[in-house]
Nanobody, 118 residues
Framework: VQLQASGGGLVQPGGSLRLSCAAS????????MGWYRQAPGKQRESVAR???????NYADSVKGRFTASRDNASNTMYLQMNSLKPEDTAVYYC?????????????WGQGTQVTVSS
């Protein structure tokens, strides 16, 4: 299984971007799906997570601006980012965490760069 993230780019402050993350195959035992980001010189941080039950939670810094969603039919998850700020600049990674009878597994996408600048 591979995760392919896309949709990053350069946007002005106040603008919007929509990130996508497509899974190349079916994934069983999904417990969490999420988006993380890592800015230069900083640790990777959680941005948004979707539980297996469909509930979402967000980092305080993005609440009210970002919306995470998923499309089970296409094995794709999304991150809609509105009202972008320069401090949102980072490489964004998608993640899927699974638990099966054989153990747990973390899948990561390759990252997509988001730059917010005028």
């Amino acid at each position: 299984v591979q995760l392919q993230a896309s949709g990053g780019g350069l946007v002005q402050p106040g603008g919007s971007l929509r990130l996508s993350c497509a899974a190349s195959g079916s994934i069983v035992g999904i417990k969490l799906m999420g988006w993380y980001r890592q800015a230069p010189g900083k640790q990777r941080e959680s941005v948004a997570r979707i539980t297996s039950g469909g509930s979402t939670n967000y980092a305080d810094s993005v609440k009210g601006r970002f919306t995470a969603s998923r499309d089970n039919a296409s094995n794709t998850m999304y991150l809609q980012m509105n009202s972008l700020k320069p401090e949102d600049t980072a490489v964004y990674y998608c993640n899927v965490f699974t638990v099966t009878a054989w153990g747990s597994q973390n899948y990561w996408g390759q990252g997509t760069q988001v730059t917010v600048s005028s």
